[in-house]
């Protein structure tokens, strides 16, 4: 299928908890191509399924030189903390700063079934906790007071008219 279309806020899919990834086969292997091209594409560090319309606990990442699909994805440790921007491919990029954890220890399931950890720090964490909360149903804007979570959504309308 190649490009997906990219999901975009407020679709319902967007917040919903994504179903346990649980067939390893070949449909998950031409997904996820389908993921990296269509990340590739707008030029992102990641991409979860939901963002593609689909909801699944699935996502795929190359980010400051870790590159991995991500079923069932967990973090299962966090330390220290970082301040900086983020953005997301379902909100045209529009970017807000945010504090997450320095630190990040992903739990989840390779294109095989096989269950993997791996540890991040900064932004290749950032994108670890992002793309975990996609598959949770949640966006990055949910971690912002109202105020400056309306800004982004403001932005985001205003940005897309521009398209
Ligand atoms: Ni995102």
């Not at 030029?43 to 030189?65: H, K, Y």
């Not at 699909?69 to 379902?90: D, H, R």
């Not at 630190?103 to 079934?113: I, M, V």
Request: aromatic content about 8%; overall charge negative.
């Amino acid at each position: 299928m190649g490009i997906r279309k990219i999901t975009e806020y407020p679709e319902s899919v967007l917040g919903a908890v994504g179903k346990p990834v649980e067939e390893f086969d070949d449909e998950l292997k031409k997904l996820c191509d389908d993921m990296f091209e269509t990340m590739y594409d707008d030029e992102g560090v990641g991409l979860a399924a939901p963002q593609i319309g689909l909801s699944l606990r699935l996502f795929v990442m190359d980010c400051e030189g870790i590159k991995l699909v991500a079923a069932n994805p967990e973090i299962v440790e966090t330390s220290g903390e970082q301040s900086g921007p983020e953005g997301c491919l379902s909100l045209a990029k529009v970017p807000a700063v945010l504090e997450r954890p320095e630190f990040a220890r992903l739990k989840a399931q390779d294109l095989n079934g096989e269950w993997f950890e791996k540890e991040a720090e900064g932004y290749a964490a950032r994108c670890f906790l992002h793309e975990t909360d996609h598959c949770d149903g949640k966006l990055f804007i949910d971690h912002l007071p109202r105020m400056r979570r309306e800004m982004v959504v403001k932005k985001f309308k205003k940005e897309k008219k521009l398209r």
